[in-house]
């Protein structure tokens, strides 16, 4: 394997990792302000993709309206899930709000064949082409699509980030976080920052479905379900009770499945679930997570 | 003095019966023999049980089995597993495995054995996993766990032949030699689901059952009373995975195949709703749970055309009947038997009151 092998292995996997940030981004925003872990995000995701396509394809909207009206829709259905179902269920235990996304999943992946249709839609990239450059003599090429895919998650993903540390809404996320009843009690109003993490964490899957469907080409209403796993893996594997740690193992799965699988296609998905598990099996919370003071 | 002796033999007589009736196994015998009875019509006359109804209700029965374990790693231990679909189609696998490759006949007996022994290390091993990671933790290393499975059988091999699944697996011996078919399959099920529901009415109301629910409603007590966390963590998980696998070993043994798109998150999740649902506190919960998610779905909401034409469409009502349930019904269907037979007594009551006056006993 000759590191221009590996290099090329990552330029053309990098989308993955663009797509599988910007999931990873509302997972956790979700759990950090509902403290549930959302099952329900790539659903929400797969609705926002799927009337971007229905919109494009069948009504021939032009394609930058149809994408923004499908992430304002799934933005919307963030909005409606915390509003009407999560607020309501508050005295819920965990467990029985974990539950309640999984009923949205299943709510939402049946009613998507009936609004939409059975056949799966296809999808245009948004710019074609390769760009061909050389580092070291090294000749490597990445799709103008997944550099645009890489900027996109890069450019949203920052802006997240810096309104977390330097805004309002940021400091109010981070108290919420630490504590839900002491950040209402100093007069944060917990129930607007939950309300936006949900239509955040909605916006930002609908980006990355849109994002991966112009990459792979169909939509499908299985497509987000992988990207969920890794998304839920991502988090263990970085440690959901910080804010970058997630992030971190967003990246480092896609790109090390990709990596691995140049030695061992067919083994290339075992293998590194099994290292995650591992690793969680040594550090429980995760490779950046910290350790929580429990009480009796 | 005859007189008074008959009465006596009457009175012992109703006093036998009522405790016959009042038996914790009595109603379950009964459904045994409804649903005995519900297969022998099939195979009788096809005129009013149809061959997909007698196919439901054996899946059913399968996922009643699953959800049985389920059940009580969930109301019992307190532990989420998403791991599911994992477990049941590996013990598929191994079942389908050994039909298919010994080429003597094996015994069905032999089966089940293999498939309890791999449950028992499979359980084992998540079983350590739970003792490290909890909560809504958990939940996503078993869904791990299930994924790494998953990937293991999508791998083109000859044991799970890849993405095409499991094909023609044989019918099983009971015996030796008395070979099985897809009617007599059915009886096989349901025999294992009345043992299953009898050992697990024990467990619950063993003092196994009560370490775990102490266990689960706080750890911390409960080991300040001397229960061992690593005993029935280990023990919870080891229960549902057999349980999950014995599911997975009559699935193959009765369907004759095993395919990589039935057991991804899905089932995992239906498994799940069906125990939440019915009521994951009681063993008639799990059964009405499963009829609900599985039986309603096969039998019934699949044979509509409406359905027909969105395929996985028909999903929306377990999906509504999760969420409504977790929010506003946490005890889950079975609770409503007992609503509503205090409803009728307060009404009765009631109407008493103002038939006879404040003071009519």
Not at chain 1, 135 to 163: E, P, R
Not at chain 2, 26 to 32: A, E, H, K, R
Not at chain 2, 253 to 282: D, E, H, M
Request: charged share 10%; hydrophobic share 55%.
């Amino acid at each position: 394997m000759t590191l221009q092998t590996i290099l090329q292995t990552i330029l053309s996997n990098a989308h993955l990792a663009g797509v599988l940030v910007l999931a990873t981004t509302g997972i956790m925003l979700v759990f950090r302000t509902s403290f549930t872990t959302n099952f329900a995000q790539g659903m929400m995701a797969t609705v926002g993709v799927f009337t971007t396509a229905a919109l494009t394809s069948k009504m021939g909207l032009n394609i930058w309206l149809g994408v923004a009206l499908g992430i304002v829709l799934s933005f919307l259905l963030g909005l409606f899930i915390d509003v009407a179902i999560i607020r309501k269920a508050r005295k819920v235990s965990v467990v029985g709000k974990q539950m309640i996304t999984m009923g949205l999943v299943i709510i939402i992946a049946a009613l998507i064949p009936l609004i939409y249709g059975t056949i799966p839609y296809e999808f245009g990239r948004f710019i074609d082409g390769n760009i061909d450059f050389s580092i070291g003599g090294m000749d490597l090429f990445i799709t103008k699509n997944g550099l645009l895919i890489l900027g996109v998650a890069a450019v949203i993903v920052t802006i997240i980030f810096i309104s977390l540390y330097f805004t309002k809404w940021g400091l109010g996320v981070r108290a919420t976080a630490s504590n839900e009843t002491v950040a209402s009690m100093m007069g944060i109003n917990t129930r607007v920052i939950t309300a936006m993490s949900w239509s955040i964490a909605g916006g930002c899957g609908a980006v990355a479905a849109i994002l991966m469907a112009s990459q792979s080409g169909t939509v499908d209403n299985s497509m987000m379900v992988s990207v969920q796993v890794n998304g839920f893996m991502a988090s263990v594997l970085g440690g959901f009770s910080s804010f970058y740690g997630p992030i971190i193992g967003a990246v480092l799965i896609p790109i090390t499945k990709a990596v691995v699988a140049i030695y061992n296609s067919l083994w290339s998905g075992v293998i590194l679930y099994s290292v995650i598990l591992l690793v969680v099996l040594i550090k429980p919370r995760g490779l950046f997570g910290k350790k929580d003071v429990k009480k009796v | 003095m005859a007189n008074e002796y008959r009465k006596e033999l009457i009175n012992d007589r109703s006093k036998k019966a009522k405790q016959i009736v009042s038996h914790p196994l009595f109603g379950f015998v009964i459904l045994t023999i409804i649903l005995a009875g519900v297969q022998l019509l099939f195979m009788f006359t096809e005129d009013i049980i149809s061959l997909t109804v007698s196919k439901a209700i054996a899946q059913t029965l399968i996922y009643a089995i699953v959800g049985m374990g389920f059940a009580i790693l969930l109301g019992y231990a307190g532990l989420a597993s998403l791991g599911t679909a994992g477990f049941i189609g590996l013990g598929s696998y191994i079942a389908g495995n050994m039909l298919k490759l010994i080429p003597f006949p094996v015994p069905y007996i032999l089966i089940i054995g293999a498939v309890i022994i791999a449950g028992i290390v499979l359980g084992g091993v998540v079983g350590f996993i739970s003792l490290r990671i909890e909560g809504m933790y958990l939940a996503i290393i078993t869904l791990g766990l299930s994924e790494i499975l998953l990937e293991l059988f999508k791998t083109p091999n000859q044991f799970t032949g890849g993405a095409s699944g499991l094909k023609s697996v044989p019918w099983a011996k009971l015996a030796m030699f008395y070979e099985m078919d897809r009617e007599k399959m059915f009886f096989l099920i349901l025999g294992v689901l009345f043992i299953t529901i009898v050992f697990t009415i024990n467990i619950i109301n063993s003092p196994t059952g009560r370490a775990m629910l102490a266990m689960k409603n706080s750890q911390s007590a409960a080991q300040a009373m001397g229960i061992s966390i690593l005993k029935y963590r280990l023990l919870a998980f080891v229960l549902a995975t057999i349980y999950a696998m014995i599911g997975g070993a009559l699935y193959v043994t009765y369907l004759r195949a095993s395919n990589t798109s039935s057991w991804t998150l899905a089932l995992s999740l239906n498994v799940l709703a069906a125990v939440i649902i019915g009521g994951y506190r009681s063993v008639w919960g799990v059964l009405m749970g499963t009829f609900v998610i599985f039986g309603l779905d096969l039998a019934v909401l699949k044979n509509i055309d409406f359905f027909n034409k969105y395929p996985g469409s028909s999903a929306i009502f377990s999906g509504v009947l999760i969420v409504l349930i977790v929010m506003f019904y946490p005890g889950g269907l079975i609770r409503l038997f007992a609503d509503i037979k205090t409803l009728i007594k307060s009404g009765i009551e009631k109407w008493k009151v103002y038939r006879y006056g404040k003071d009519y006993k």
